[in-house]
């Protein structure tokens, strides 16, 4: 079982950097693509293109925003979109693949129960590790 993204797994993160396409425009991570897609304003997408911007920092600053109306209707397919453009990179797509049938489980400690697992808590939907193995199902299907 992979409990938490970090050491060996940190890759797993929205955090790590990779590169998300959207209309033609990059961000560095899948954290920023997701940050984005919040808020329909220019200014706040550009924002979300500034690698110098931490996933962290952007993240708090997403607080001020005004997120899109059908946001929750829609912001699990705007994640998964974005995940399936990072697991079909390499080295991510091989990294994934590699873990088998592993039970992929976001745990963290600042109680995200709808994206992980609140270990403190010991809840948590987990929606970011459900998306993430369900790509993988989906990559090892075409091997």
């Known amino acids: 079982m992979i409990e ?6 940190k890759w797993l993160s929205n ?5 998300i396409e959207i209309g ?4 560095p991570t899948v954290e920023h693509a997701y940050m984005s897609a919040k808020c329909n304003d220019k200014d706040w997408k550009r924002t979300c293109q500034d690698n110098s ?13 005004k997120v899109v109306d059908n ?6 397919n705007i994640m998964k979109e974005f995940l399936i453009q990072k697991f079909n990179k390499e080295p991510f797509k091989t990294l994934l693949i590699q873990t ?27 929606h970011l590790g459900k ?13």
């Open 4 to 9: 938490r993204f970090e050491g060996e797994y």
């Open 15 to 19: 955090f790590y950097p990779c590169d």
């Open 24 to 27: 033609r425009k990059i961000y």
């Open 53 to 65: 911007i931490s996933p962290g920092k952007l993240k708090k600053l997403s607080s001020k925003i």
């Open 71 to 76: 946001w929750n209707e829609i912001k699990l």
């Open 100 to 126: 088998g049938d592993a039970h992929i489980q976001e745990g963290n400690t600042w109680k995200d129960k709808f994206w992980g697992f609140d270990i403190e808590s010991n809840e948590g939907e987990n």
């Open 131 to 143: 998306l993430i193995m369900e790509i993988r199902e989906r990559l090892l299907m075409t091997l």
